[in-house]
């Protein structure tokens, strides 16, 4: 049994306590143009409220010019009157390449921990994740998402994170994203993608499925 087949079994012991709880999903794709290619990014979020605390879960599939098709799944555990601190586990790899890894740390939710900083930044938080199963190493995760600002009838945040390894430059990922009435369902926007010391631009489209 590999590492990516270990880790899901791991989550799926999550699952049964959630079932009939408050829970709520969603899917998106994220199609974005670099001068390299076009980067395909499907992704899924999800939340539940139970007694014992909250859960939530986000994951991709991400498939980017010149690099494996990559797959990561989150799921965070936030204990019950204590907003500002989780379990972080992820599990993910290349699964074309029989490749994964599963970690687990603490995760400090900075946006709950500072007063008044969650009505700009619906999340933000910092999670340590030393290496546990698998090919990824020791890493710190700084992520998160700017409430929307309407400027000119036009929905404008950021989103993105940064991973911090102990060798080598971090790899991270940024969107700025707009958002308009005639947009219909969609939104617009620019990625900033870096990967060891290259950095690509690329503008696409954001496509809720539900």
């Known amino acids: 049994m590999n590492v990516l087949k270990i880790g899901f079994l791991v989550l799926s012991f999550f699952i049964p306590p959630l079932c009939g709880q408050d829970m709520n999903a969603h899917v ?3 199609g974005f143009a670099l001068d390299k290619g076009v980067v395909l990014y499907p992704q899924y979020s999800w939340n539940a409220t139970t007694p014992a605390g909250s859960f939530n879960g986000y994951g991709f599939i991400e498939s980017t010019p010149g690099e494996r098709v990559f797959a990561n799944n989150l799921m965070i555990y936030t204990p019950r009157n204590i907003d500002w601190f989780s379990i972080h586990v992820e599990v993910g790899g290349f699964p074309a390449h029989d490749l994964g890894f599963h970690q ?5 939710n900075i946006n709950e921990a500072v007063p008044g900083l969650k009505k700009s930044f619906p999340r933000l938080f910092v999670a340590v994740l030393p290496r546990f199963i698998g090919i990824r190493p020791n890493n710190i995760l700084v992520a998160g ?10 929905d404008v945040w950021v989103e993105g994170y940064s991973r911090f390894f102990p060798k080598g430059l971090p790899y991270g990922e940024y969107w ?3 958002k308009r009435k005639e947009f219909g369902r ?6 900033v993608h870096t990967a060891d010391k290259h950095t690509y631009v690329g503008f696409g489209l954001r496509i809720p499925m539900f």
């Open 186 to 191: 969609f939104s617009v926007g620019a990625l």
């Open 176 to 178: 700025v994203m707009l």
């Open 145 to 154: 998402a700017s409430k929307p600002v309407s400027i000119r009838n036009t």
């Open 28 to 30: 998106w794709i994220d």
């Open 104 to 108: 687990i740390g603490p995760r400090i």
